[in-house]
């Protein structure tokens, strides 16, 4: 299976679709899913500090001896380290457990510490000293967007948030969209509590696909890249087959209206 690539405001090419892996119930089970989903074809990973499983995706690299410009290996500054220095410090030891010589994406992980432009600034310098290959945040919506861009000598190249019918703000994505920046949506599943939804089950039932295939398609049609987490070999593989079809305009009009605002983690509109 190829996955299709979005390309950076940098050149720099991301599958449009990958593997999460933040919160399995035992960190031994991300070196496993990491590998069936290598195995499957998969070569987006998201980790982040705060996961503690970035040696368990290193492990599972290393298994899977694939050339290492064929994987895009994303991580990400925790709050506690944010600060110019303390994040210069925190990406060495990432990439220490991930066993890489250069990151592919380093994100700010929230917007929630006073500190966060200094953090940006100890981005662009792992960037202009050619140690990541693109640098974003995470969970940055418009405000935080504008005081960041406001200072910054590079732009975001990604901002991830979280992305589904259920939490859809098409004035964030216009807004990325306007600004170059590529959104990458997290929790595209809603954590499987909209599985039995009845008008998402009514549209799975005629596309006959899960609902989960379905919400992983919403985002891959928006042009946002997803990330959908599981630590199942066969979940995996349905998570990821989802090229095959497409949701009509007339239903991913309809999808966008599922809106309820149902959220997974905090809503970044609370964060000063
Ligand atoms: N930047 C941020 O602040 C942030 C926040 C949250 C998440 N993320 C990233 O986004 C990734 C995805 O989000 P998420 O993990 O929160 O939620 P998610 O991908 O929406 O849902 C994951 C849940 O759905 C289950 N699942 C997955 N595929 C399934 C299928 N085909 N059928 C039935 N159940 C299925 C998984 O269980 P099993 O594993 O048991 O299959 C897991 O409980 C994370 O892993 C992380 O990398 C980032």
């Known amino acids: 299976m190829t996955i299709p690539s979005v390309t950076l405001n940098n050149g720099v090419d991301m599958p449009l ?23 499957a074809g998969c070569r987006l990973i998201d980790t982040a500090s705060a996961y503690g499983n970035e040696r368990e995706v290193a492990d599972a ?60 600034r100890a981005l662009e310098k792992l960037y202009a000293d050619g140690r990541v290959r693109a640098i974003g945040v995470s969970n940055y919506y418009q405000p935080h967007l504008d005081e960041l ?6 732009v975001p190249a990604v901002n991830q948030v979280e992305f589904s019918p259920y939490c859809y703000l098409p004035d964030v994505l216009a807004y990325c969209r306007s600004k170059t ?9 809603v954590r499987g509590e909209k599985r039995n939804d009845p008008p998402l089950l009514a549209l799975a ?3 006959n696909k899960s609902t989960y295939q379905l919400l992983v398609r919403w985002s891959v049609q928006h042009g946002v890249v ?25 239903d991913m009009a309809l ?7 149902t959220r997974v983690a905090t809503d970044p509109r609370e964060i000063p």
């Open 17 to 39: 679709l990958g593997l999460g892996v933040y919160a399995p119930q035992h960190n031994s089970e991300v070196q496993q899913a990491v590998e069936w989903a290598l195995e």
């Open 181 to 189: 920046i590529q959104l990458q949506g997290y929790a595209p599943l």
């Open 61 to 120: 690299l290393r298994a899977a001896s694939l050339p290492r410009s064929e994987v895009f290996i994303t991580t990400k500054v925790w709050d506690d380290d944010q600060g110019y220095d303390a994040t210069l410090r925190a990406f060495d030891r990432s990439l220490e457990k991930l066993q890489l010589d250069v990151l592919d994406l380093y994100l700010i992980h929230w917007p929630s510490s006073p500190h966060r432009l200094d953090t940006w």
């Open 255 to 261: 999808m966008n209206t599922f809106y309820d605002n």
């Open 226 to 250: 997803t990330i959908p987490k599981s630590v199942k070999r066969d979940r995996i593989r349905e998570n990821l087959d989802v090229l095959d079809f497409t949701i009509s305009d007339e």
């Open 205 to 207: 039932e005629k596309y």
């Open 149 to 154: 861009i406001g200072q910054a000598t590079v």
